[in-house]
């Protein structure tokens, strides 16, 4: 079946300590997305990219970092610098980035500081 | 920037009622529209989309949406609510006029249905 993997489903930071998000498509698509949901404020944009190599910061770029090194694959890193990281965080691709694409979601990733 | 607004964070109906959720947005041209919905431990769904063409769109599971360029509002409505229609409601906005490619959710609405 084709579809977005994001793993782990629960993650805990340590302070001081950079964590890594896994997000994994086998959909096909030029375009990735990284957001963070918090309770009562929706989704925010954290990252999006629309073809390998390339990305750009969302509304919340601050403290975290991704890279697209390849088609299938957008990690995001959770850096120190990142004061308040404890949110849900959910992966999303689509087929580009154009006018009325439909966002296919992965089943996210909750994590939470020790 | 263009931003959605949702003006409930809340609404409860009672099984087979009417559903009204609302979203207002903000833009200076014509948005691309859209409603997503995120069932307790499940993933998001879009639910319907509005990319300019008819100004009434119908989505899945009963959900329906109109276009309002007047009003700048995009409610999303059902004319009899199911239980199985409990979960969270996101109004989203895909901006044109700017070089950003990506989707800006609102906050969101949660819909309780009563039996």
């Known amino acids: 079946d084709g579809g977005i993997t994001q793993s782990p489903k629960y993650l805990f930071r340590k302070e001081g300590q950079n964590v890594t998000l896994s997000c994994e498509q086998n959909?096909?698509?030029?375009?990735m997305y990284w957001y963070r949901q918090d309770p009562g404020q929706g989704l925010r944009l954290i990252y999006y990219s629309q073809i390998v190599n390339d990305f750009q910061k969302g509304d919340i770029a601050e403290g975290y970092s991704v890279s697209r090194e390849k088609k299938e694959s957008f990690p995001l890193t959770v850096t120190s610098a990142q004061k308040n990281p404890t949110a849900f965080y959910l992966c999303a691709s689509s087929i580009g980035a154009g006018v009325g694409e439909k966002l296919y979601f992965g089943s996210g990733t909750q994590l939470s500081v020790l | 920037a263009q931003s959605v607004t949702q003006l409930d964070s809340h609404v409860s109906v009672s099984e087979g009622t009417p559903v009204l959720l609302r979203c207002n947005y903000s833009s200076s041209y014509s948005p691309s529209l859209f409603w997503y919905v995120q069932h307790p431990n499940k993933g998001l769904q879009l639910l319907l989309k509005y990319t300019s063409a008819a100004t009434l769109v119908k989505g899945i599971n009963g959900f329906e949406a109109e276009f309002k360029k007047s009003e700048t509002s995009f409610h999303l409505t059902k004319p009899s609510a199911h239980m199985s229609d409990a979960a969270e409601y996101f109004c989203v906005v895909l901006p044109e006029d700017t070089g950003r490619r990506a989707l800006t959710f609102g906050s969101g609405t949660r819909l309780q249905v009563q039996p």
């Open positions: 959909l096909n698509h030029d375009a």
